[in-house]
Nanobody, 123 residues
């Protein structure tokens, strides 16, 4: 069983930065770890993912250049560094884990989810 706990959300002004953390417990070495977000009234949206074993990454096109996903094997933690934040980035951000080796963007492929952390970007 894998448990995921997100932290680091909050209120930030447009143009600011936040770093989200996702602490994982359980065996996750061969997993893919993803970040998704969901704004009110909208569908859950892929943000970025990283393969735990080799660090391979994938980003949503709209996040490239602003967001960076990384992992710390020693701490069993995945991070999402978010820069140049915009009001449209406001959402609940979720960490998820996929047991397969593929770096996929479909949230339905992911097996484990954290509780989410709110990110609010003011204009």
């Amino acid at each position: 069983q894998v448990q995921l706990v997100e932290s680091g959300g909050g209120l930030v002004q447009a143009g600011g930065s936040l770093r989200l953390s996702c602490a994982a417990s359980g065996r996750t070495f061969n997993y893919v770890m993803g970040w998704f977000r969901q704004a009110p009234g909208k569908e859950r949206e892929f943000v970025a993912a990283v393969r735990w074993s080799d660090g391979g990454t994938r980003y949503a096109d709209s996040m490239k250049g602003r967001f960076t996903i990384s992992r710390d094997n020693a701490k069993n933690t995945v991070y999402l560094q978010m820069n140049s934040l915009k009001p449209e980035d406001t959402a609940v951000y979720y960490c998820a884990a996929d047991r397969t080796f593929r770096v996929v963007t479909d949230w339905q492929e992911y097996d484990y989810w954290g509780q989410g952390t709110q990110v609010t970007v003011s204009s």
